[in-house]
């Protein structure tokens, strides 16, 4: 099972749409919704989703879903204001969940420098 307990570097990934990864090893979204999956997530006794992120003057978002980019439970959601630099942000989780595929979903004109669960 894949362990996201530590910082995770943003181009982490099973698999991705509709994002790039940068010379940084960063992400960005090109068009809104492009997402990272990752498969087989330990989220057992995950209270809390924390990213580090970079945003242009309009921001954007990440939503955690379980399951299914397109329709998944959405286990968090981040706003990211505009115009910041290596911002950390949290959102609780409020629920229990097993192993799961978790889609990072993003939107807006932000760049994931990284993310992970908290306990």
């Known amino acids: 099972n894949f362990n996201a307990f530590e910082p995770v570097p943003a181009a982490t990934m099973h698999s991705s749409i509709n994002v790039a990864v940068t010379k940084n090893l960063t992400v960005v979204p090109v068009k809104d919704g492009g997402y990272l999956m990752i498969k087989a997530a330990d ?12 945003s242009e003057k309009e921001g954007g978002n990440v939503i955690l879903k379980k399951d299914n980019a397109a329709n998944g439970e959405i286990i968090a959601k981040i706003d990211i204001p505009g115009g910041k630099k290596a911002i950390e942000l949290s959102s609780e989780i409020t629920k229990d969940f097993d192993v799961s595929q978790i889609y990072l ?10 993310w992970q669960l908290g306990k």
């Open 43 to 54: 989220l057992k006794g995950a209270k809390k989703f924390v990213i580090k992120a970079n």
């Open 105 to 114: 979903v993003l939107s807006g004109n932000i760049e994931l420098l990284q």
